[in-house]
């Protein structure tokens, strides 16, 4: 879609919006005040794109990530809450070094070094500054103070007289960036109200941070560290010209992306294995396809098309590569790259449940699992906790996948059903889940099992559907997908979960996005202008130990 | 420096053996490791050096058939269980641990998780995300880790990095190197030193890599910023940032060593670079998998490049799988029938049989390695385990465990112990103060026990 039309589309939806907003039935943005400040480590994404946004793209960053931790569903939540351990500071510095080195090489140094030192052999100060100031401010996303400078340009100087080479020098102030606390770890900072010493406003930069992570999942460009300098990130008027801006860029789709594969667990990719026999078809090319073909389908409808997002789950679009055309079994003609593909209705797949992605991702390396669909649609899509099985369940109970008197999986299931300890949970996951069952452990389609015809009838809260096609109907038009879209992307954008006081601010992200047409865009615009998203809370621990440190120099003082 | 000596250090052990150093108290006959302590039962390596204690896990998930696991006798010279026949070439290496438990104490069993944070961080944790640190290879390498170029060094044959029992906190996990490519890379990759390079005859002098200097001052200069950034955070926070700090030491530390020379060690060997594996859950890869990493760690010990090594042969709810199966052991667990006539299941317990060759081979090639004048193994306490005992009912009473290595003649193995129910923080604290740590009693709330297993000490 052509950015004018975008920009056009994007204006009306402000124009309705603020149409609607005249009307009495729409609530007021409400106040609130968003939970603690936290602090995100850089995901393994986050980290490569900023060396993309700083230097540039071919740049090799050679190392193993942290692994990063889902908490409460998301990765993002979880980056708030991981630390570095030995073996990942390790790591760090390791790719840290590289990087600076092939920054600074003979090859390259004219690419990312702003000046020419006098001496190659000697120290040069005014070239290493312009150096740091050029890549420290978007590398640690704030300006450069003098407490960065001095010391690096002094450890710089004697780097060169040790070795007699300028551009040593300059690697060490380039690594010692790539192994700073605040370029690894995004740190927040508010002031305080000046009535109220516990409410706190996010400061500018950090505005700029969480605006560019969430929309664009990188750190902040130029232009918006500028506006943040200008204290333009504040009110309410200029942060919202940001947010558009921003909403309006290619590098929306970056941002978007991030999310989904965050909520859709797709990390998991990255370790998925089956078996080879059972799946001969199983491949990595099948891995990364599945995962870009699924994102792709996100992007095109909720940002290039602006749609409705609960029609993800009834879309025909799609679009394939020969990989996913074998498991699919539909004709590819484009030997290489990506072609669109539109179900027609006697195909068997309709909207994103379908995918292979899910399919592949839910089920076990010999078999697919109604089980594993059941709890991922429940706890992913729709927000929904399913309890863990009690550890003092009799599985002799359970009817075994290789007995031939139970030839599909519902049938094998069945017990599930019919036990009163089973049926407290399963009755939340089974019958949805058995409405995938016609897609194998890899999301290929077959009709029967053990020579048994599958059947994918089930229901959905009360809503029953006949097939698989009816199921991503009725999880469509469920009432908790939209909610729970919502509940995802805020936890996203803060980091943590939602505090007692932002309730009232979420039941109205849920209603203004209901009247948006269910538009993503018109959502993140609206959780970034809101109270929550732009204030914080002293944490009471914070107090405590701010107390006892008062506490702590006063006995000092008087000792 | 004891390096610079012209006795070939086999030669030097020799002569002690035969007792003709002057002033060495020695008589012969002695078993090595009774000639070799010193006072504080260290075996002496031939520079007079004491020879480094190692402290290991090794875990493998889904448990067992605790009918045909756990040995009925109790003591040395017990049958060995079908189950446990794998570890036949090794037995007199190995102490095996029968009927200790992980005490609910009225917290929740959390399938596949509550038996091994029990295990290693001493008690049920209450949830998820609580008590689920420091693990006691952390306690452990607190107090040893900083004498070698790695902290410890973690192992997942699974091919999964996030396949690790090692962890400070929930959120501070040590990830898993996941191919013996990688692993080989990280230690004997660069900034390896061979320690016995520069004993050798005609060998320049050490210099420092110039590099490392500068390695050092990057890592100073973020090291001074830190009131800065400390001044910004919460406390929550501030708890993180001093963990990244921590991690900043270590590798301050790993570069410190570098900057002198290491003394010999006459056991190391840099091993040939791994070939790339294919790594799977496909049991019979991830034997491979892990055979290999067990021969890079094994050097990388000798090479005193780590004393605490944590290795994951399967995961907690294990899914390995055999190859052309629907089942993973751990869907089999559950859901394969029992053999009426066997009285167990038979699909499952295969891959019990293969955990234990594995554990063996572990057992075997830490022993292949001689040091001092006895086996790598002799100078290590490696403790195996696993998070259930029967993994149907994920049960965490009667978890197997194993012990196998002296710790440098602390330990003596070859016995069962059955625990009458005991906690398993028994072992954690007997491996403990095996390891030299000052500890009088160790574990949570009713896991809390101040009793040592006296039968498994030397």
């Known amino acids: 879609m052509p950015s004018s039309m975008r920009q056009a589309l994007s204006g009306l939806g402000i124009v ?40 540039a793209d071919d740049l090799e960053i050679a190392g193993r990530f942290e692994p990063d931790n889902r908490r409460e569903g998301l990765l993002s939540v979880g980056s708030a809450w991981v630390t570095v351990t030995p073996s990942g500071f390790e790591q760090y510095e390791a790719m840290g070094r590289s990087i600076a080195g092939q920054v600074v090489s003979e090859a390259n140094r004219s690419r990312f070094v702003p000046c020419v030192p006098g001496d190659v052999s000697l120290p040069d100060s005014n070239c290493a500054e312009a150096m740091l100031r050029s890549v420290g401010p978007r590398l640690l996303r704030r300006p450069l103070e003098d407490a960065d400078i001095r010391p690096r340009l002094a450890a710089a ?59 664009w999942n990188a750190g902040p460009d130029r232009e918006l560290l500028d506006a943040a300098i200008r204290g333009d990130l504040t009110s309410e008027e200029t942060l919202a010209r940001q947010v558009d801006r921003m909403i309006d860029s290619p590098r929306l789709e970056q941002g978007v992306r991030a999310f989904f594969d965050d909520v859709f667990r797709f990390d998991a990719f990255s370790v998925l294995s089956k078996d080879p026999i059972r799946y001969p078809k199983f491949s990595n090319a099948l891995v990364q396809d599945a995962r870009e073909q699924t994102l792709q389908v996100v992007v095109d409808h909720l940002v ?50 379908s995918h292979a992605s899910f399919n592949l991702l839910n089920a076990h390396p010999g078999r697919s699992s109604a089980t594993l669909r059941g709890v991922f649609m429940r706890e992913a899509l729709l927000c929904q906790t399913v309890p863990p099985a009690p550890a003092d369940v009799d599985f002799g109970l359970f009817n075994q996948d290789d007995n031939p008197a139970y030839r599909t999986a519902r049938e094998r299931l069945a017990v599930h059903a019919s036990d009163a300890t089973c049926r407290n949970c399963h009755r939340l996951t089974d019958p949805i889940g058995l409405g995938l069952e016609v897609f194998d452990g890899i999301g290929g389609y077959r009709t029967t099992e053990n020579g048994a015809p599958i059947d994918t009838s089930g229901e959905l809260d009360g809503d029953a559907f006949v097939d698989h096609r009816a199921l991503g109907r009725v999880f469509r038009n469920s009432p908790l997908v939209g909610p729970c879209l919502v509940e995802n992307l805020y936890r996203y954008a803060v980091g943590r979960e939602p505090v007692y006081s932002e309730r009232r601010l979420l039941r109205h992200l849920e209603e203004s996005f209901t009247e948006s047409g269910f538009r993503l865009d018109a959502l993140l615009r609206n959780i970034a202008l809101s109270e929550g998203f732009r204030t914080a809370t002293r944490s009471e621990k914070a107090a405590l130990d701010e107390g006892r440190q008062a506490a702590r120099a006063e006995k000092e003082g008087a000792a | 420096m004891s390096s610079t000596s012209n006795l070939n250090r086999r030669q030097l052990l020799r002569a002690a053996l035969r007792g003709s150093l002057g002033g060495a108290a020695v008589s012969v006959g002695l078993p090595y490791l009774e000639i070799f302590l010193t006072g504080n039962g260290d075996a002496v390596a031939a520079t007079g050096a004491p020879l480094p204690r190692r402290f290991g896990t090794w875990f493998w998930g889904c448990g067992m058939n605790p009918k ?48 091994v944070i029990g295990t290693l961080c001493g008690g049920a944790p209450p949830s998820k995300t609580e008590n689920q640190g420091p693990t006691l290879d952390i306690l452990i390498s607190d107090a040893i880790g900083d004498a070698t170029r790695f902290r410890s060094l973690e192992m997942a044959a699974t091919g999964v990095p996030s396949d690790t029992y090692s962890r400070r906190s929930e959120d501070a996990k040590n990830p898993s190197e996941t191919t013996p490519l990688a692993l080989y890379l990280r230690v004997f990759g660069p900034g390896f030193m ?15 890599d110039p590099k490392t200097v500068l390695r050092k001052s990057v890592l100073s200069l973020v090291a001074e910023d830190r009131k800065r950034i400390e001044s910004l955070l919460g406390a929550r926070d501030r708890a993180r940032l001093d963990e990244y700090f921590t991690s900043l030491r270590q590798l301050e530390h790993q570069l410190e060593l570098q900057l002198s020379a290491p003394p010999p060690l006459e056991a190391c060997e840099r091993p040939p670079e791994p070939d790339a594996l294919a790594v799977s859950r496909d049991v019979a890869h991830v034997k491979a998998n892990h055979a290999a990493m067990a021969e890079v760690l094994a050097l990388a010990l000798a090479c005193d490049q780590t004393r605490v090594f944590n290795m994951v042969f399967s995961e907690g709810a294990s899914q390995l799988h055999m190859p ?10 559950h859901e394969e029938a029992r053999d009426e006539g066997l009285g167990y299941q038979v699909e499952a317990t295969k891959f019990v049989q293969h955990s234990m060759e594995a554990w063996a081979e572990f057992v075997q090639t830490l022993a292949s390695v001689p040091e001092g004048e006895g086996t790598l193994l002799d ?48 072992l954690g604290l007997t491996l403990q103060q095996a390891m030299g740590l000052p500890v009088a009693k160790w574990g949570l709330t009713a896991n809390e026990t101040d009793r040592p297993i006296s039968e498994l000490l030397a």
């Not at chain 1, 300028?166 to 102030?173: R, T």
């Not at chain 1, 055309?325 to 290489?336: D, H, I």
């Not at chain 2, 052309?324 to 667990?333: A, E, F, K, R």
């Open chain 1, 157 to 215: 100087a004697a780097a060169t007289q040790r070795t007699g080479d300028f551009y040593a020098g300059l690697e060490l102030i380039v690594t010692s960036l790539l192994v700073a606390p605040d370029f690894l770890f995004r740190l927040e900072a508010a002031v305080s109200d000046p009535m109220d010493s516990d409410r706190l406003t996010l400061d500018d930069l950090t505005m700029a941070s969480r605006l560019s992570y969430l929309l």
């Open chain 1, 16 to 55: 309705l919006t603020l149409a609607a907003g005249g009307g009495c039935s729409s609530p007021e943005r409400p106040e609130a005040q968003g939970g603690e400040l936290v602090m995100r480590r850089l995901t393994e994404a986050q980290y490569r794109q900023a060396i993309l946004d700083v230097f």
């Open chain 2, 68 to 115: 045909r696991w756990n040995p009925t006798e109790e003591g040395r010279g017990f049958e060995l269980p079908p189950e446990l026949a794998p570890i036949a070439g090794v037995r007199d290496q190995v102490s095996v641990l029968s009927g200790f438990n992980v005490v609910l104490d009225g917290e929740t069993n959390l399938v596949h998780r509550t038996g």
């Open chain 1, 304 to 353: 290039d098309d602006r749609g409705d997002y609960r029609d993800l789950f009834t879309t025909p679009h799609s679009v394939m590569t020969r990989t996913l055309g074998a498991v699919y079994a539909v004709p590819v003609s484009a030997e290489k790259g990506w072609q669109d593909y539109e179900f027609s209705a006697a195909d068997a797949r309709v909207g994103l449940l």
């Open chain 2, 194 to 208: 061979d320690p016995n390079a520069l004993g050798a005859e005609g060998a320049p002098a050490f210099v420092p």
């Open chain 2, 324 to 333: 052309g199966s629907s089942d993973t052991h751990h869907t089999l667990t």
């Open chain 2, 379 to 426: 100078h290590c306490a490696v403790l195996a385990h696993s998070e259930t005992s029967d993994a149907n009912s994920h049960s965490v009473t009667g978890l197997p465990m194993m012990v196998a290595g002296r710790a440098g003649g602390r330990l003596a193995p070859g016995t069962h112990v059955f625990g009458a129910g005991d906690p398993t923080t028994r």
